[in-house]
């Protein structure tokens, strides 16, 4: 029997031993690491001998929106990664399968249909909720951003978290050990990848993706 590797990512400490609990009734051989935070989960993911799964709650420090969903697919392609969120918006849904994620379930489904969900994405499949419609258009311009986005590197990717935090290049520099020159370099090469000319304007790209849609789930 496998056994299968899966990380829990969400800053609530009783829903990450509910869904522990639920997952461990449902698969009887696992290994089951919890984070509460992305510094958290890069940490798990070096710990793991394997990681099969991770299972993603998108709102939780040093997380904003699709960062890191966006990161987690840049910087550990290979794994597959399922957002577990009480959005239920469809337009976000479909956003984080565009974005890479292999399934989308909200927190409200009863606990089986969550663990029939990992099942499918643990067997290869994506699993979103039956009545999402993924072919639905979007628009165009930011589906545009959307795939400019996704050729950013993970440091790339980080970078334009902390831009997004309003950091400054010192700031970053000293959050990533690295230089000041070497974040220039990136916020030069985020630029030239997202069509803008500038910092404020490549922030204002990334939040007319993200903000409307996950401004649903906060109210």
């Known amino acids: 029997m496998s056994v299968y590797g899966i990380i829990i990512v969400d800053d609530h400490p009783l ?3 509910a869904l522990r609990q639920a997952l461990s009734d449902k698969f009887e051989e696992l290994q089951i690491s919890e984070a509460g935070s992305l510094d ?53 849904m479909r956003r984080c399968i565009e974005f890479g994620a292999s399934g989308f379930i909200p927190k409200s489904l009863p606990v089986d249909t969550i663990r029939d969900a990992v099942a499918t994405v643990l067997e290869g499949g994506v699993w ?24 950013l590197t993970p440091q790339q990717v980080r970078v334009l978290m902390m831009l ?22 990136h916020v030069s090469a985020i630029l030239q990848k997202l069509g803008v000319d500038s910092r404020t304007q490549a922030v204002i790209a990334v939040n007319k993706i993200e903000g409307a849609e996950w401004q649903k789930a906060a109210q």
């Open 164 to 185: 997004s935090e309003g950091l400054l290049n010192k700031q970053i520099a000293y959050k990533l050990s690295v230089s000041e020159a070497t974040v220039k370099a």
């Open 40 to 92: 958290g989960l890069s940490e798990a993911l070096e710990a793991a001998d394997e990681t099969d799964l991770v299972l993603l709650d998108l709102t939780m420090p040093g997380v904003k929106g699709f960062s890191g969903l966006m990161y987690l697919r840049a910087q550990y392609p290979e794994i597959p990664v399922v957002i577990v969120s009480a959005n239920e918006d469809p337009g976000a």
């Open 128 to 151: 979103t909720p039956q009545d999402l419609d993924l072919s639905a258009v979007e628009n165009d311009e930011t589906t545009d951003v959307v795939s400019r986005l996704a050729t």
């Open 15 to 17: 829903f990450r031993d």
